[in-house]
């Protein structure tokens, strides 16, 4: 810049173009301008960047009509959020009680213990299976999402109708014996020294520490306590079944199995006295008889007699 | 009479619908014209302006008191218009292509159209300069403020503002000096 005007800057070029000088400044500005082209350029690049850069006011603008129509977009505004917000609300509550009551059902729902006193008694499992416990028996379920196999500990009898479901495998362990099943209908009955499986549709596995058996329908094995080897065997008739069917169903039956049957039911002490009459066959039906009416069609049928004795009755 | 708007600041955040309001009717009129001059469209320059509004008025629990209310709505202004521009870039391919075409048959379009972008370019330099400069030159070009009132409004020495709009001016020519030199040309 020239020596002239050391004092001419870029905040004194502002001043001028704006109107914020005093007259001796303005004049001394339009001087320097004028001594070089450089100079009027640079004023001249000034007065187009400041024209430029004002705000060109619409003059039809109406800013209370305008308020008017941001208010009323406002409102529309206010009743979406509410209604998002109210929304979001209703997923949270949502999410929260599915999550609970998935947890519920998995963790506290699934399981479940359950004893028979007197009588037998039907019980619905969480995994939709059914048991039907004979008397003074008991079993505790464990099943859900959390749980790789659905776990069936029993004492006593039950039959059981398995829903299907392959990925959890149902396992009933009774004493030391483990029965796995994937969807079937079984009956397992145990006392103290042995464990007898009958299979009426599907398929079951046994097994005790030693052995395993697969049964298919109409098959049965009976485990002895450390038993080395399982055996299947046939089932003669459906006498297993009698406690939940109400029914005996003997097809070729021996005596030496329906008498046993027989004491469980009623509760009375039959005894075979004569051990020629064990082997003896019977097919037939009782449904709901009394004994009474039972022994006696035993008694016609083998053509042998009945004695009614103090606390036992003899087959002679 | 800028010190209010700060403290309106505080009003708007305590959910005070007047003080609102009176900021919009204010300040509608210059934001609308700086929308303007990003976007050239009438319409959706009131809507981006609606847009800045229905933020600040929704989300007023998050207002900070201590900026200057002016600067951060030009700022909001701005921001919302670039948006705005952004997602019209995608639906304007089509008519760009168009207008190419239609220019070449007229000619002195040539200078309006450069005359805009001179414009774009200005206020997008502006919106680029320090805060305080930004600050200080936007109510000068913007309101129309003498040096006097924006010292006032700003709580800074006269001699700041002078510096500020010189500095200002400094940073700005060197931005758009491409364009300058053009429109020179073009005017000639």
């Known amino acids: 810049m ?89 997923a949270v509550v949502f999410i929260f009680f599915s999550t609970g009551l998935f947890l519920y059902q998995n963790l506290i729902g699934n399981r479940i213990e359950v004893s028979s006193g007197k009588n037998t008694l039907t019980q619905l499992l969480p995994d939709g299976s059914t048991t039907i416990l004979n008397k003074q028996s008991s079993i505790a379920f464990v099943g859900g999402f959390f749980n790789k196999t659905r776990d069936v500990k029993l004492r006593g009898e039950a039959f059981f109708k398995v829903s299907a479901d392959k990925s959890k495998p149902f396992i009933i362990s009774v004493n030391d014996v483990r029965v796995t099943v994937v969807g079937t209908a079984f009956n397992v009955k145990s006392d103290g020294k042995a464990v007898v499986v009958v299979v009426e549709s599907g398929i079951v596995r046994v097994n005790n520490q030693k052995d395993s058996v697969r049964l298919t329908a109409g098959e049965k094995v009976e485990v002895l306590k450390d038993q080395a080897q399982l055996f299947k065997g046939e089932n003669q008739g459906k006498l297993y079944n009698y406690y939940y069917t109400n029914e005996l169903v003997c097809d070729r039956t021996p005596l030496s199995d329906l008498v046993p049957v027989l004491n469980e039911k009623f509760k009375s002490n039959i005894v075979i006295v004569n051990p020629g009459l064990k082997t003896l066959q019977i097919s037939t039906t009782f449904k709901n008889e009394p004994l009474k009416e039972i022994l006696s069609v035993i008694a016609e049928t083998f053509k042998i007699k009945v004695e009614y004795g103090q606390d036992m009755i003899k087959l002679k | 009479m800028e010190s209010n708007d700060t403290h309106l600041i505080g009003l708007i955040k305590s959910g005070n619908k007047q003080a609102f309001d009176e900021v919009f009717l204010k300040h509608f009129k210059s934001l609308h014209a700086y929308a303007f001059t990003i976007i050239k469209e009438k319409d959706d320059a009131e809507e981006i302006v609606q847009n800045v509004f229905v933020r600040i008025w929704t989300k007023r629990e998050q207002l900070k008191e201590d900026g200057f209310l002016k600067s951060f709505l030009y700022r909001s202004v701005h921001n919302e218009s670039l948006n705005y521009l952004k997602h019209q870039k995608v639906r304007s391919n089509f008519n760009v292509h168009y207008a190419d075409s239609v220019k070449n048959d007229m000619g002195n379009l040539n200078t309006e159209i450069m005359a805009t972008e001179l414009e774009k370019n200005i206020h997008s330099a502006i919106n680029s300069l320090p805060e305080k400069c930004r600050n200080v030159f936007q109510l000068s070009r913007f309101d129309q403020m003498k040096y006097q009132e924006i010292a006032d409004a700003l709580n800074i020495s006269l001699k700041t503002v002078e510096n500020q709009m010189g500095k200002a001016l400094k940073i700005l020519r060197l931005k758009v000096v491409d364009f300058l030199i053009l429109i020179f040309i073009l005017l000639k």
């Open chain 1, 2 to 90: 020239d020596k002239n005007y050391t004092h001419i800057n870029d905040d004194m070029l502002a001043k001028y173009l704006l109107g914020e000088a005093t007259v001796p400044e303005s004049k001394q500005v339009e001087a320097w301008a004028q001594s070089n082209p450089d100079h009027l350029k640079q004023l001249e690049d000034f007065r187009i960047i400041l024209e430029k850069s004002r705000l060109q006011i619409d003059p039809e603008l109406n800013e209370y009509q305008a308020l008017a129509r941001l208010n009323a977009r406002l409102e529309t505004e206010k009743k979406t959020i509410s209604y998002t917000f109210i929304l979001r609300w209703a």
